[in-house]
């Protein structure tokens, strides 16, 4: 897992203050009860499947957005671009040289929530989860709202170098563009592979797709 | 105008009515759902629940051959009524915060003699932990109708209120989520399920008030414990300790923030 | 078609594909304690015809006067709540039906000269499909079909 | 024997109306439990109703009724004090019959 080497260069740049407030005394959250909390998150959970007690162990991004309010504010801004640099650095780029694959099986995944929960098994592929929070085509009405709709995303931008990379970027390290955004990172954490992503783009860029019909 | 700019135009019409489309499919889809949720209200099979649970509560069990009827759950010795509407909370006797559950452990080991071990251990619906469900529809059952009163006043209920918080939002894991992913913001769906935003207070109480319910997917009745540990799967998270302090802390958030709401328990559920 | 492969429980996901499977699986097993009415010929028929057949439906005349109260989508298909109400006078029997269930025929009630034709029940459906009303009154059938979509909503919790 | 039903029955109007919750696992025959075994098909298939001793509603059910049942209906006449019997038969040969009240 070479993320897992990402994390820790990022945990031997951040050292401890990941875990640690930015300054402004917060009733609560990081730094007002750091030992009880540690250990109260140390006796509350157990390994069971795939899922084990390591995935409690936060990087810097989940350690800074986990105190959203110190994170949105204007002091952290320069903390936010740091932490969207060090997560776009992460971003590997289709090795081909090729960015769209088949929207067909893009819309598969995007429609399969399956995978990393601790019932599932490590050796089937992952889904994307993207219709949870997306809009995606107009005959899926089963659709989340925590992410802005994706009718008609090709359409809109056409498929320019920047398109495609702003886009490969954002499915790969979703925290590239935005530090706390709620979207997984998909290609960094391992979710999806690089021939998923290609599918997903197709699914978001090909005219032919469904999403820009 | 010019070819150009009529194409344009036309364009901006063909999207605005696709999107005007999109938009009353979508309302009308959930007008579909608020009818079917309505339609299930009527008969929730939770009252089958809620029967054995008093039954439970009633029949002699364990080495001491004793019922939980002098269990204290809050009021007093024995006082199920509105008991559930004021969880969870300190305890003196185990100088504990305690939520439903949790104290039901306590009453089974303490009146009952049981070892509660089992209980912790076994999976969710299946034996001896599907009692738990069972005992929580029916104690939360006798505060259908009454308002939420948890306000942490204790220290250690402050306490366990700020650790709540804390967890919720608490990101980790493959896909980075914390509670606060999906229900930290007003009026999120996901799929076609709307999100309660658990900071607010009307949040809190669309969430709290209304677990444990029966689950009509599954055909199960889920306790708030189980309503916990499958959103912790959803999260990706290692699954949490029946009973633990975590689950507790987030139970305390919930239930201090949906202070009044009307609890409408047992629920039903998709 | 609103199905999809959203994560979930395996249990219910399960739940969903093997209702369709046992659905349409041969052997519906025969009551031991047989009841005298229960009709195996229209419970275990395999198509909406041979379903109507077995009723002694043969093809029902569409009626305004027999109604299906039911919301239009269903959350969950394991549990959708059905409304089937009958104005027609003398209403001996409503049976409700979902044509895209391998076995069509859900339930049949008969109903006593004084109980109003109106029952509630909660169907299972597989998936997204017409739900049919068949009403005998007087001897004579009539029916009332609205097709409701079942989705798949929530994130499997 | 199964558990008890839920029976609430109601009269208003001179209509009496009734509604029946019962405990059943509606089993379709295919599930597979656990270890990978089908778990039998088990489901009730003919429920009975009657008010102050006359049948007033008979049904029949195949397995795609839903679990734990419901079943809502109304009958004309019918007052307080009268009882309402409901029985219910399922596929193995079980069975079980509540009483309730009119109120």
């Not at chain 1, 070479?2 to 050292?15: E, N, Q, Y």
């Not at chain 4, 439990?33 to 049948?55: H, Q």
């Amino acid at each position: 897992m070479k993320h897992v080497a990402l994390l820790a260069a990022f945990l031997l740049i951040a050292g401890p203050a990941a875990a640690q407030s930015t300054g402004k005394p917060a009733p609560w959250g990081p730094g007002a009860d750091d030992a009880a909390f540690a250990q109260m998150l140390k006796a509350s959970f157990k390994d069971k499947g795939i899922a084990k007690l390591d995935r409690l162990n936060q990087d810097e991004t989940q350690a800074f957005c986990s105190d959203p309010g110190t994170a949105s504010g204007p002091a952290s801004a320069a903390r936010r671009e740091k932490i969207e640099a060090a997560n776009l650095a992460t971003v590997k780029w289709p090795s081909d040289g090729k960015w769209l694959g088949d929207w067909r099986e893009g819309e598969k995944i995007a429609q399969s929530g399956r995978g990393n929960t601790w019932s599932d098994k490590a050796d089937q592929p992952n889904g994307g989860n993207c219709y949870n929070c997306h809009q995606i085509t107009a005959e899926e009405i089963s659709h989340g709202t925590i992410g802005p709709s994706l009718l008609g995303y090709g359409k809109m931008r056409g498929q320019g170098e920047d398109v495609l990379k702003a886009t490969w970027a954002k499915i790969y390290n979703a925290k590239s563009s935005n530090a706390c955004s709620n979207m997984p990172r998909a290609g960094h954490m391992g979710i999806l592979g690089e021939a998923q992503i290609k599918h997903l783009m197709a699914l978001l860029l090909d005219p032919q797709s469904s999403v820009n019909k | 105008m010019d070819r150009v700019s009529m194409g344009i135009a036309a364009f901006l019409a063909v999207v605005a009515a696709f999107a005007t489309a999109a938009y009353a499919q979508k309302d009308k889809a959930q007008e579909g759902i608020e009818a079917y949720r309505e339609a299930l209200q009527d008969g929730n099979p939770a009252e089958l629940y809620e029967a054995t649970g008093e039954e439970l509560w009633k029949k002699p069990a364990g080495p001491k051959n004793a019922t939980l009827e002098a269990c204290d759950l809050g009021l007093g010795a024995g006082v199920v009524k509105g008991a559930y509407a004021r969880l969870p909370r300190y305890f003196a006797d185990t100088d504990k915060v305690q939520d439903l559950e949790s104290r039901l452990l306590t009453c089974m080991s303490t009146l009952q003699g049981i070892d509660t071990k089992p209980y912790v251990e076994a999976a969710f619906g299946t034996p001896p932990k599907e009692d738990m469900n069972a005992l929580a529809a029916f104690v939360s059952g006798q505060s259908k109708d009454i308002p939420a009163a948890v306000t942490p006043t204790h220290p250690k209920e402050q306490a366990m209120y700020e650790l709540g918080k804390r967890m919720f939002f608490y990101q980790g894991g493959p896909y980075d989520f914390a509670c606060a992913t999906c229900h930290g913001q007003e009026g999120m769906r996901i799929r076609m399920q709307e999100l309660p935003y658990i900071s607010s207070n009307k949040g809190a109480a669309a969430g709290w008030t209304s677990w444990p319910a029966y689950r009509v997917s599954s055909g199960q009745m889920w306790s708030m414990q189980w309503r916990l540990n499958d959103c912790f799967r959803q999260q990706r998270f290692p699954e949490p300790v029946y009973a633990s302090d975590a689950t507790v802390a987030l139970s305390m958030y919930m239930a201090a923030n949906a202070l009044g709401a009307t609890m409408k328990t047992p629920g039903i559920k998709r | 078609m609103t199905q999809h492969w959203m994560e979930r429980r395996p249990m219910e996901r399960r739940q969903v594909l093997t209702f369709v499977g046992a659905l349409a699986a041969a052997g519906i097993v025969v009551p031991r304690a047989a009841f005298a009415n229960w009709d195996k010929a229209a419970f275990e028929a395999k198509t909406l015809d041979d379903a109507l057949k077995a009723l002694g439906a043969g093809s029902p005349a569409n009626s305004g006067d027999v109604q299906i109260v039911a919301s239009d989508i269903a959350e969950n298909g394991a549990v959708v709540p059905i409304q089937a109400v009958s104005k027609l006078p003398n209403t001996e029997r409503i049976a409700i039906l979902v044509e895209k269930n391998p076995n069509m025929l859900a339930a049949a009630y008969d109903i006593g000269p004084d109980t109003v034709p109106d029952v509630t029940a909660r169907i299972k459906m597989g998936q997204t499909s017409n739900v049919l009303v068949v009403v005998k009154a007087d001897g004579k059938f009539y029916s009332a079909a609205k097709e409701i979509k079942v989705t798949l909503g929530g994130c499997g919790g | 024997m199964g558990n008890p039903m839920k029976i609430r029955a109601a009269s208003k109007d001179g209509v009496t109306e009734i509604k029946v919750l019962m405990s059943h696992e509606m089993e379709t025959g295919q599930r597979k439990d656990a270890s990978g075994a089908v778990v039998p098909a088990w489901f009730i298939n003919e429920v009975t109703a009657k008010l102050d001793g006359k049948t007033v509603l008979q049904a029949q059910w195949g397995p795609s009724v839903s679990k734990n049942p419901y079943l809502a209906f109304k009958v004309k006449g019918g007052k307080a004090g009268d009882k309402v019997s409901v029985t219910w038969v399922d596929n193995k040969g079980d069975t079980r019959t509540d009483e309730a009240t009119v109120t």
